[in-house]
């Protein structure tokens, strides 16, 4: 079976609607970096049109559409638009929700709800087994790190990746370690789990694993952890709704620990992927 080329959707009278992308689907990553300001949502198909936690995704929606200054966000229509949208599909998927204060002209939408899907491709067996190497970024910041703003997309989007950055870490004017720039991120410490309690996105993935780590009988402390303390983390990991945990071995060029993903991030990942397993439902109608 072919790839999918990447598209575009919207929902007008409960239908989902293609949308032209100027340049071509291959083209859309680029042309969504032209959207005016908004905000937007990311997740994953699971086994067709269902959804890991969607009524947190919903909710963190809404309130980035008030921070923003947007219309409220009507969830029974975003609902139906995704579960619409992702049939109309039709394979597995990542996907991008852009919620807009007027209905984007570039691609002949109607509504101010724009649904962009793209074949699912997660990182490969190696990666997770063996994991990555990340960097500090310097010189980038979110503007309002709770709100996932569609800005921040094209600005990290035009700064070049090094060698051994398979995605850079975000530092606050003090050097604390806050976030990665797509991902949130977590550090082992003397056996505690470490992740940035406020100036970072509170992603969604985020809650499932803190949630996780405290039913393992792992303590937790939500408090960021200084650039210079680097050398004395045992673990880290990364989290997406898309890509789970992804293993951290290098930060900053230090080797953490063995060099290999250590015990802890295997624990939290097998407990993460078994509460996707059990909660992922239909975006519509919803499920009880």
Request: with cysteine.
């Amino acid at each position: 079976m072919s790839t999918p080329l990447p598209a575009l959707f919207e929902l007008r009278d409960d239908q989902a609607v293609r949308l032209e992308v100027p340049g071509g689907p291959a083209n859309l990553d680029r042309a969504l970096l032209d959207l005016p300001d908004g905000v937007y949502e990311a997740l994953r198909t699971r086994g067709g049109a269902r959804f890991f936690r969607l009524e947190r995704h919903c909710a963190r929606a809404a309130e980035g559409c008030a921070r923003a200054g947007l219309p409220p966000l009507d969830e029974d229509l975003f609902r139906r638009g995704l579960d619409a949208c992702t049939r109309a599909w039709g394979h597995e998927a990542k996907v991008r929700i852009d919620l807009c204060a007027e209905p984007p002209a570039a691609f002949g939408a109607q509504t101010r709800i724009l649904y962009s899907f793209r074949p699912l491709v997660l990182p490969t067996p190696e990666v997770y087994a063996d994991g990555v190497g990340v960097r500090i970024a310097e010189g980038l910041a979110r503007h309002d790190p709770e709100v996932k703003g569609t800005a921040f997309i094209a600005q990290r989007a035009r700064r070049p990746l090094l060698e051994d950055d398979y995605e850079s870490v975000l530092v606050d004017e003090h050097g604390y370690l806050l976030e990665c720039v797509m991902s949130n991120l977590f550090l082992v410490r003397g056996g505690e789990l470490r992740t940035a309690g406020h100036g970072v996105l509170l992603g969604v993935t985020r809650e499932t694993v803190l949630g996780a780590a405290q039913s393992l009988g792992m303590p937790v402390r939500e408090e960021a952890v200084h650039r210079d303390e680097v050398e004395q983390l045992e673990e880290a990991f990364l989290t997406t709704s898309v890509r789970g945990l992804v293993p951290i071995v290098r930060l900053g060029g230090v080797t953490l620990g063995t060099g290999r993903p250590g015990p802890w991030t295997q624990r939290l990942s097998e407990a993460y992927e078994d509460a996707v397993e059990r909660g992922s439902a239909r975006a519509w109608p919803r499920e009880p």
